[in-house]
């Protein structure tokens, strides 16, 4: 599967609950060929937003999803208490294949980076190069990583999964002392870095 979108909720405050349990529900109308693959609440960084990562089987599969919930009156069954939503289309990077369901946080960070025009073709290479190391025994695992082609572009996102913020930490720290990240190349390809932690919901697939 390669082809994502990342559906962002901001909701009224302390309606995050309420949300999650009509959510839960409108999700499980989505037609053939689309896969939630992780619902998530922000816990550090902009508040009262709710995260959904969905995969699809091909194109006209997620074109289907889209045109149904843009014409339906409120197909999350959340409208009494949103206040911002955005739907952002992404492709998976092909050498990194993301995690199966599972248990794998309870911490996520979410990184998303905007890149300098020519940007995307040497994050790739970069990062091809590096995120075997980087994901192997001595670190910790990515969920994935995925390139923007909606909204602004050159843009990608990066999720990665901890126990806890002390490993995330401890992990950061030795891989950046280590030589084993960031990739090689990779800052004179930064505009800008944006960097959240998120909590999964009760139902989400990845935990």
Not at 15 to 40: D, F
Request: charged share 20%; glycine share 8%; aromatic share 12%.
């Amino acid at each position: 599967m390669k082809l994502f979108e990342l559906l962002t909720f901001t909701l009224r405050v302390r309606t995050v609950p309420q949300a999650l349990t009509h959510l839960e529900k409108a999700l499980n109308e989505a037609g053939e060929g689309v896969h939630l693959m992780g619902c998530w609440v922000s816990e550090i960084g902009a508040q009262n937003r709710i995260a959904v990562l969905r995969g699809f089987d091909d194109a006209a599969c997620r074109e289907r999803e889209r045109e149904r919930y843009l014409l339906a009156a409120d197909a999350f069954a959340i409208g009494e208490f949103l206040l911002d939503q955005q739907v952002d289309d992404y492709t998976a990077f092909a050498f990194v294949e993301p995690l199966a369901p599972g248990a794998h946080g309870p911490f996520y960070e979410f990184r998303e980076y905007n890149l300098v025009p020519s940007g995307l073709g040497p994050t790739l290479t970069g990062w091809r190069k590096a995120v075997e190391r980087r994901t192997g025994g001595d670190y910790s695992q990515v969920y994935g990583a995925f390139y923007a082609t909606s909204g602004r572009i050159p843009r990608y996102l990066h999720i990665w999964p901890y126990g806890s913020l002390e490993q995330r930490l401890d992990v950061r720290t030795r891989a950046v002392s280590d030589g084993a990240w960031p990739p090689e190349n990779s800052g004179p390809q930064l505009l800008q870095m944006h960097s959240s932690a998120y909590l999964p919901a009760r139902f989400s697939p990845l935990r």
